[in-house]
């Protein structure tokens, strides 16, 4: 690892090694195919020469009386003493008996098949290899078939067979090397649009997150700007998120902060032991609270917002012993609000499969919501249901207007910032992102007669109902 990054090695030597290896292999099957080509047209030119000398010998024999005549054409001669071809020998045989050519030829087997006038073998003559075509005739007034053999040595064959490979040697060297030569150009010239991406990141600030164009991008690097586009979106959302989230929190504690430092200041001003004083002291301690409750639940929303459904545990949870741990946890902060809080759960266990630290988080935030935003005298339901794994928080406090239910989700939402309520805006946010990461369906409906609101918690039956992360 280097101040750079790893060590991967360029992309232009992977592209260029990718590339060098499929043409090496390519020029190899050319050569073999092209050998093998080279050598049977080399050989099937050749003997069709031989063929069709035996056929102008064959032609020409005749019958006279019983004895065979042989009349060889000039051009049959001319063909068979061609000083630009290899060396020819012919013979002519009845059965055993020679009756013009050389009488040591090697004789070859004649294939019997109608499909196939002529024979060709090879073999060793006067000491050189040979090639040697058979033909046999029937010639009329003569009991046995006269066979036509012609024989030619190999050196013009392998001449030219030679000359061909060289050719085609040096073809694919010429073709080899120009594409070599080609080729870091090609990739470079390819990958000339990924260094305009680079050119146009670089002269970007460091705030810039607007997406890369794609116009004059390439089909191929069309995912990768996307994909990159859509980066530089989340990332631009994540970074507006914590701009708004510390200007509104900056914006919610401002206020009891202002608060503590008047009173003090008052206290610092007024007698010991006066009512003025105690007063201010009322007033700091209260403000003391609503800080911390604030403080409590920016807490809360920033583990909630750092934390993913999938890397989130989950185990069977019983509902019944939750919801009597946040009761009791809230009775004090309802007995100071004159509210009675009240738990409805059967007596046996009701499980679900959640987080249990995550749902307390939730339940807490949602009773408390309940309490807070509640008339004095008021009442507070938490009713944990048997037939579902369920937990309805129900109070007959002011309730919030249909219109309303969605926009309370929203962060820092308080529909009456005026009012008795001590709240912060937060605690049905930090509810929803919960339920949200464990899967839970949170859903908000009136009480009866319209007065108060009930909050039903739908837990989900089993793990496999819950929503994945991204």
Do not use: C
């Not at 003569?142 to 012609?150: K, N, R, T």
């Not at 090609?186 to 000339?192: D, E, I, P």
């Not at 007596?347 to 499969?353: F, I, K, L, P, Y």
């Not at 605690?427 to 009480?447: K, N, P, Q």
Request: zero cysteines.
């Amino acid at each position: 690892m280097t101040a750079d990054g790893p060590k991967g090695g360029s992309l232009t030597g992977r592209m260029l090694g990718w590339l060098v290896l499929p043409i090496a292999m390519l020029a190899i099957v050319l050569g073999v195919v092209g050998s093998f080509a080279i050598t049977r047209a080399v050989g099937a030119v050749n003997d069709r020469i031989l063929s069709a000398a035996a056929r102008g010998i064959a032609d020409s024999l005749a019958s006279d009386d019983g004895e065979i005549t042989l009349d060889l054409s000039p051009a049959v001669f001319g063909m068979l003493k061609n000083n630009a071809r290899d060396n020819v020998y012919y013979s002519v045989r009845r059965g055993r008996e020679i009756l013009t050519g050389y009488a040591d030829l090697p004789q070859i087997a004649i294939d019997p098949s109608p499909r196939e006038e002529f024979s060709f073998s090879e073999g060793r003559f006067l000491g050189h290899d040979v090639r040697i075509v058979a033909v046999a005739r029937v010639v009329p007034q003569v009991g046995e078939p006269v066979v036509v053999q012609v024989a030619e040595t190999l050196d013009a064959r392998k001449r030219m067979a030679r000359g061909l490979l060289i050719g085609l040697a040096l073809l694919e060297l010429a073709l080899i090397a120009t594409a070599v030569m080609l080729m870091p150009i090609a990739v470079r010239r390819g990958l000339a649009p990924l260094k305009r991406l680079q050119s146009e990141m670089d002269r970007r600030g460091a705030a810039d997150l607007t997406p890369l164009s794609a116009t004059g991008v390439p089909r191929e690097l069309g995912d990768l700007v996307r994909a990159f586009n859509t980066m530089l979106f989340r990332l631009d959302s994540g970074f507006a998120g914590i701009r708004r989230f510390t200007a509104d929190a900056s914006h919610q504690m401002r206020t009891p902060l202002s608060v503590l430092r008047t009173h003090v200041a008052v206290l610092k001003r007024a007698k010991p032991g006066s009512e003025e004083a105690q007063e201010s002291i009322d007033d700091i301690d209260h403000a003391g609270a609503r800080l911390s409750h604030l403080l409590n639940q920016l807490l809360s929303l920033a583990r909630v917002d750092s934390g993913h459904a999938e890397r989130v545990a989950v185990e069977p949870v019983d509902l019944v012993r939750l919801a009597r741990e946040v009761v009791g946890e809230q009775a004090a902060a309802a007995h100071d609000k004159d509210v009675r809080l009240q738990l409805n759960a059967p007596g046996r266990r009701v499980d679900a499969r959640t987080n249990a630290a995550l749902a307390t988080e939730m339940l807490v935030n949602i009773v408390d919501n309940a309490i807070r935003y509640n008339r004095q005298g008021g009442r507070v339901g938490v009713t944990v249901e048997s037939a579902r794994p369920a937990i309805r928080i129900e109070d007959d406090g002011p309730g919030i207007p249909p219109d309303a239910r969605e926009k309370v989700f929203t962060r820092f939402m308080r529909l009456n910032p005026r009012g008795e309520g001590s709240g912060s805006g937060l605690g049905l946010s930090i509810a929803r992102s919960i339920a949200e990461t464990l899967g839970i369906e949170l859903a908000l409906d009136g009480g009866p007669g319209g007065r108060g609101l009930i909050v039903t918690i739908i837990f989900p039956a089993d793990a496999d109902s819950l929503v994945k992360g991204p």
